[in-house]
Nanobody, 125 residues
């Protein structure tokens, strides 16, 4: 059974770079055909899909965040990482990593695919 766990600082200063790592166990991030994704949920709002890296290392980013987003991976550690630069308080959210099949990317539900428990990130001004 695949398990995902987010890690990273819970507090980031505005204008700095947010960096989160997702550690995967029970599956290889280079196997199969999944989108290893980052998703966030701000207070009182729905899920916002930030982007993904697929099994071959290809990436896709949400258009509105593309200029500030980078997703990379370390296959030796079976981890993938989100970097979001020039953060503002508007980036405050619970950030999740997830493994989804392509047709479930962008879903409004956390019941599709396998998700980490989420980590709160607060951006202070």
């Amino acid at each position: 059974q695949v398990q995902l766990q987010e890690s990273g600082p819970g507090l980031v200063q505005a204008s700095q770079t947010l960096s989160l790592t997702c550690t995967v166990s029970g599956d290889s991030i280079t196997a199969g055909y999944y989108y290893w994704s980052w998703i966030r949920q701000a207070p009182g709002k729905g899920l916002e899909w930030v982007g993904y890296i697929d099994n071959s290392g290809g990436t896709y980013y949400r258009a509105s965040l593309q200029s500030r987003t980078s997703i990379s991976r370390d296959t030796s550690k079976n981890q993938f990482t989100l970097q979001l630069s020039s953060v503002t308080p508007g980036d405050t959210a619970v950030y999740y990593c997830a493994r989804v099949i392509p047709r479930d990317y962008g879903s409004s539900s956390k019941y599709r695919g396998s998700w980490g428990q989420g980590t709160q990130v607060t951006v202070s001004s």
